[in-house]
């Protein structure tokens, strides 16, 4: 890559300046400080966007009650149920049941507990169906659901 | 959880020095730290960083693995069997000692190498935080409830809040840390580098060229070139733009150095070629940063396609046309080095 291709964009890691290797006018590899590279950006919005499809697709099936809000919490923290059922210590089979409004309405305080730690929220979030954001995204609540 | 605190501030003196890859930067860190020169580029090359592999059937986030560099921890791994160097690897099962350990460690004035879920690091960017578990980092001090962190892809020291740090460390799913830490025992004040340097390109070569495994090395490069050009025909167009996405950000992402790891390896070839006077180590370095500039081309391709910007020209047989000319390059690169290793003997 050349020295000038290493355009300046603030967009996707926040204006961090990363390192990278460069090729000068005498072909010697050198490193250079820089901002995260155009294209990459590009395709790495590309992947936060489909993360944030599917927690559009999430929250409108929590909206018809077809699952229950851990889903939410699920899609937001970019895990699936595998990945839910080893951070909490279940069996899949168990994390997909709970999926199910039915079967979570249900749920031990515990088991509740154990949730709530991982997406680092109160407890009474969950309990509530109220949407809080995800791991990587403090702030404000988003929407509140509980009905 | 809450970790227990030992002394309120431990802190040890330590090199941090910005790279462009997290496990060749923590490892050249740590060994500055002892005396030794080394740069990161060097250190990837000697730990025999480079690879390719399109592994279909493990996925990340529901799409296919595609590396440009060797397994996590290979690059450790090859330099705590280089005699004169004493490392000391642990893993754990529990949460308490692992953090313990770590505490008496820095006590003791020794920086510690961890291996962190990137998802659980809350200084970073939030655009970064994915699912990633083998992200490198080296804990140097604590200040009351806070680790002092040289962390090699961050321009300056950062710091992370003890829980935090234990929930990366305990990170679940694929390429699990389990708690895993590193760190120098001994090391000698001075290496005979050429043997280094050339058991490293061996192992290397060997990857990309010998092994009869169809999905890595050269052949997984036009592999993945095949399976790109049928992706539209395959999976619709959605889906194939974000398998392509994801290709290019195994490639571009922070950590790669760019070119997918072809360029810091262009550098290795470079600093080995001067240090030992081989004038052909530098030629392969050449002939290297032009594959990493055929993989370039085709991510700016590829940026376009995703976009929805693509140019007449931006067709997915043009990019796997362009990959299979990475795949060419690289096996020139390669079967040079092999001769010149044969040259040697």
């Given at each position: 890559?050349?020295?000038?291709?290493?355009?300046?964009?603030?967009?996707?890691a926040?204006?961090l300046k990363i390192v990278s290797y460069?090729?000068?006018?005498?072909?010697?590899?050198r490193l250079v400080s820089g901002s995260v590279?155009?294209?990459?950006?590009?395709?790495?919005?590309?992947?936060?966007?489909?993360?944030?499809?599917?927690?559009?697709?999430?929250?409108?099936?929590?909206?018809?009650?077809?699952?229950?809000?851990?889903?939410?919490?699920?899609?937001?923290?970019?895990?699936?149920?595998?990945?839910?059922?080893?951070?909490?210590?279940?069996?899949?089979?168990?994390?997909?049941?709970?999926?199910?409004?039915?079967?979570?309405?249900?749920?031990?305080?515990?088991?509740?507990?154990?949730?709530?730690?991982?997406?680092?929220?109160?407890?009474?979030?969950?309990?509530?169906?109220?949407?809080?954001?995800?791991?990587?995204?403090?702030?404000?609540?988003?929407?509140?659901?509980?009905? | 959880?809450?970790?227990?605190?030992?002394?309120?501030?431990?802190?040890?003196?330590f090199p941090h020095i910005q790279s462009a890859h997290c496990?060749s930067g923590v490892?050249s860190n740590?060994?500055r730290?002892?005396?030794?020169?080394?740069s990161e580029a060097?250190a990837?090359?000697?730990?025999?960083?480079?690879?390719?592999?399109?592994?279909?059937?493990?996925?990340?986030?529901?799409?296919?693995?595609?590396?440009?560099?060797?397994?996590?921890?290979?690059?450790?791994?090859?330099?705590?069997?280089?005699?004169?160097?004493?490392?000391?690897?642990?893993?754990?099962?529990?949460?308490?000692?692992?953090?313990?350990?770590?505490?008496?460690?820095?006590?003791?004035?020794?920086?510690?190498?961890?291996?962190?879920?990137?998802?659980?690091?809350?200084y970073?960017?939030?655009?970064?935080?994915?699912?990633?578990?083998?992200?490198n980092l080296v804990?140097?001090?604590?200040?009351?409830?806070?680790?002092?962190i040289s962390d090699p892809v961050f321009p300056e020291p950062v710091?992370?809040?003890?829980?935090?740090?234990?929930?990366?460390?305990?990170?679940?799913?694929?390429?699990?840390?389990?708690?895993?830490?590193?760190?120098?025992?001994?090391?000698?004040?001075?290496?005979?580098?050429?043997?280094?340097?050339?058991?490293?390109?061996?192992?290397?070569?060997?990857?990309?060229?010998?092994?009869?495994?169809?999905?890595?090395?050269?052949?997984?490069?036009?592999?993945?070139?095949?399976?790109?050009?049928?992706?539209?025909?395959?999976?619709?167009?959605?889906?194939?733009?974000?398998?392509?996405?994801?290709?290019?950000?195994?490639?571009?992402?922070i950590g790669?150095g760019?070119?997918?790891?072809?360029?810091m390896?262009?550098?290795?070839?470079?600093?080995?070629?001067?240090?030992?006077?081989?004038?052909?180590?530098?030629?392969?370095?050449?002939?290297?940063?032009?594959?990493?500039?055929?993989?370039?081309?085709?991510?700016?391709?590829?940026?376009?396609?995703?976009?929805?910007?693509?140019?007449?020209?931006?067709?997915?047989?043009?990019?796997?046309?362009?990959?299979?000319?990475?795949?060419?390059?690289?096996?020139?690169?390669?079967?040079?080095?092999?001769?010149?290793?044969?040259?040697?003997?």
């Amino acid at each position: 890559m050349d020295e000038e291709k290493t355009a300046v964009d603030r967009g996707v890691a926040a204006g961090l300046k990363i390192v990278s290797y460069v090729a000068g006018d005498d072909g010697g590899q050198r490193l250079v400080s820089g901002s995260v590279w155009q294209p990459v950006n590009t395709v790495n919005r590309q992947a936060w966007q489909e993360i944030e499809r599917q927690i559009g697709i999430s929250k409108k099936k929590i909206a018809a009650g077809k699952v229950s809000c851990l889903h939410y919490y699920m899609t937001a923290n970019q895990m699936n149920t595998r990945l839910l059922a080893r951070y909490t210590g279940q069996s899949r089979w168990r994390v997909r049941l709970h999926i199910f409004p039915f079967f979570f309405a249900r749920l031990g305080s515990d088991t509740v507990r154990k949730y709530a730690e991982v997406f680092q929220t109160p407890a009474i979030d969950l309990i509530q169906g109220r949407l809080s954001p995800p791991v990587y995204d403090s702030g404000a609540y988003e929407i509140n659901c509980a009905d | 959880m809450t970790v227990e605190r030992m002394r309120s501030t431990v802190l040890t003196e330590f090199p941090h020095i910005q790279s462009a890859h997290c496990e060749s930067g923590v490892v050249s860190n740590l060994l500055r730290h002892r005396g030794i020169d080394i740069s990161e580029a060097m250190a990837f090359g000697v730990g025999g960083g480079l690879f390719f592999g399109y592994l279909p059937f493990i996925r990340l986030n529901g799409l296919p693995l595609v590396t440009y560099r060797s397994a996590p921890g290979s690059i450790l791994n090859r330099f705590a069997e280089i005699p004169g160097i004493d490392m000391c690897q642990e893993k754990f099962r529990s949460r308490k000692k692992a953090m313990e350990k770590l505490d008496v460690l820095l006590d003791d004035g020794i920086p510690v190498g961890l291996q962190t879920g990137v998802f659980w690091l809350p200084y970073f960017p939030r655009a970064l935080r994915f699912h990633f578990n083998a992200h490198n980092l080296v804990v140097y001090g604590k200040e009351g409830n806070e680790y002092l962190i040289s962390d090699p892809v961050f321009p300056e020291p950062v710091r992370c809040p003890a829980d935090d740090l234990v929930r990366a460390r305990f990170a679940s799913g694929a390429l699990a840390p389990k708690g895993k830490m590193y760190y120098l025992t001994s090391v000698v004040k001075r290496f005979e580098r050429s043997s280094l340097i050339v058991n490293g390109i061996k192992g290397v070569s060997r990857m990309m060229l010998d092994r009869p495994f169809p999905l890595i090395g050269v052949k997984g490069i036009r592999f993945l070139a095949g399976r790109l050009e049928k992706w539209p025909k395959r999976l619709g167009s959605g889906a194939a733009d974000l398998h392509l996405g994801h290709v290019v950000r195994m490639q571009e992402e922070i950590g790669t150095g760019g070119g997918g790891f072809r360029f810091m390896y262009a550098a290795f070839l470079q600093e080995s070629g001067k240090e030992m006077e081989e004038q052909s180590l530098g030629d392969c370095a050449a002939l290297l940063t032009e594959a990493g500039d055929r993989w370039r081309e085709f991510a700016v391709m590829a940026a376009r396609v995703c976009k929805g910007r693509g140019r007449p020209g931006d067709t997915y047989r043009a990019m796997a046309e362009k990959i299979r000319e990475c795949g060419l390059l690289e096996e020139k690169v390669f079967r040079q080095l092999q001769s010149w290793l044969k040259e040697r003997l």
